[in-house]
């Protein structure tokens, strides 16, 4: 019996997805660890770090089955966890009455064409009015989406996906202003070569602002793989994340009256760490007191607003981006196959 339209599609789209997933873990960016449940400890570095994570804190993990889990949001209204399964094109909620449930699908690819790669949304965040805003990776664009947190359905509006009439490489994350500009990296990931796709327009990793009006700017070309990003309390300065191995850096800017990027400098130079465990600088997330928590080598790195270490939420599986709830007194981490919970105090 011949196969439907649909059928059809399907079948491609599960052959590309493991060609994919295949090819990703050839080149280190996934790996396929099921024989290795995730365990975490607590390492101290710096007396400070008592005063953010308790001596009792324990690393749980409340989800798994996933392929590659990131770009983690809390929604406070909702008690709910939002997270992008980027390989398999679907975000899915985590609340603590009812566990990992689909949410939507499709999440960051909408063509009809079949392909592989990392083509569901990334990065997740809530805008001023509530909604859900999305990093898509396969549409490559930053996106809305245009129907309501609790009745989710895969319909969206474009907030931005070119520059200068070239599309972007694929948004990855993102960050909200308290004026209403979102913040935003693109890095070439979600590309199905990377950064030698035929199909990339732009020759350069960007950093860019969408204004409340809707306006793009491009805010600096000169970070390599611009990955995670995030405002430090009072929104004078912000952090990006280079998930470059030959630079693993975390750069901090101040920003000008217009918004703009200046004064960049060196927030953290994790390449001795990187020689020890191979993982680049990720998602970002900063707390109420400035501390930041930022998944590289060897699991979650918690640093001051100075930029030192004060110590990391060492996990044995690799961790992509976490999320506050709770007063920042919850931790989410999103963690390969697995998402893990952190009581901080």
Same mark, same amino acid.
């Given at each position: ?6 059928? #059809? ?19 280190? /960016? ?6 290795? !449940? ?6 101290? =570095?710096?007396?400070?770090?008592? &005063? ?16 590659? =889990? ?15 399964? /980027? ?21 960051? !690819?909408?063509? &009809? ?7 569901? #949304?990334?990065?997740?965040?809530? %805008? ?13 664009? =930053? ?19 070119? !520059? ?11 960050? =909200? ?35 409340? &009006? ?38 901090? !800017? ?34 109420? %007191? ?13 640093? %001051?607003?100075?930029?030192? /270490? ?5 996990? %044995? /599986?690799?961790? #992509? ?25």
């Amino acid at each position: 019996m011949p196969m439907t339209c649909a059928a #059809s599609f399907k079948r491609s789209f599960r052959i590309l997805l493991l060609i994919g997933l295949i090819a990703c873990r050839g080149a280190g /960016v996934y790996s396929q660890t099921s024989e290795t !449940y995730p365990k975490g400890t607590i390492e101290r =570095v710096s007396p400070e770090l008592d &005063a953010i994570v308790s001596k009792e804190a324990k690393v749980e993990v409340i989800a798994d089955g996933f392929t590659w =889990v990131e770009g983690p949001v809390w929604i406070e209204s909702q008690k709910m966890l939002l997270v992008s399964d /980027v390989f398999t094109n679907s975000i899915y909620k985590w609340t603590e009455q009812e566990g990992k449930q689909l949410y939507l699908e499709p999440s960051g !690819y909408t063509q &009809a064409k079949p392909r592989a790669g990392e083509l569901g #949304s990334n990065g997740l965040a809530i %805008n001023l009015k509530g909604q859900l805003l999305l990093c898509q990776h396969g549409d490559r664009r =930053v996106a809305l989406l245009n129907s309501s947190i609790l009745n989710p359905r895969p319909t969206f509006k474009t907030l931005a996906a070119t !520059y200068r009439g070239k599309k972007f490489n694929s948004p990855n994350d993102l960050a =909200v202003r308290s004026n209403g500009d979102i913040y935003f990296t693109d890095p070439p990931y979600g590309l199905e070569k990377g950064i030698d796709d035929p199909l990339k327009e732009i020759p350069y990793q960007g950093v860019y602002r969408i204004s409340a &009006a809707g306006k793009v700017t491009l805010l600096t070309d000169t970070i390599s793989r611009p990955n995670g990003i995030a405002f430090f309390p009072g929104e004078k300065s912000l952090l990006i994340a280079n998930s470059d191995p030959e630079k693993p850096y975390w750069y901090a !800017y101040d920003l000008n009256d217009k918004g703009e990027l200046v004064k960049g400098r060196l927030f953290h130079d994790g390449s001795r760490a990187f020689q020890k465990e191979p993982r680049t600088p990720d998602g970002i997330k900063i707390d109420k %007191n400035g501390n930041v928590f930022a998944p590289g080598p060897g699991g979650v790195w918690i640093f %001051n607003e100075s930029g030192d /270490v004060l110590g990391r939420i060492k996990v %044995n /599986v690799k961790t #992509s981006n976490c999320a506050f709830a709770n007063n920042d007194k919850t931790l989410f981490i999103t963690a390969e196959h697995y998402l893990l919970k952190v009581d901080l105090r």
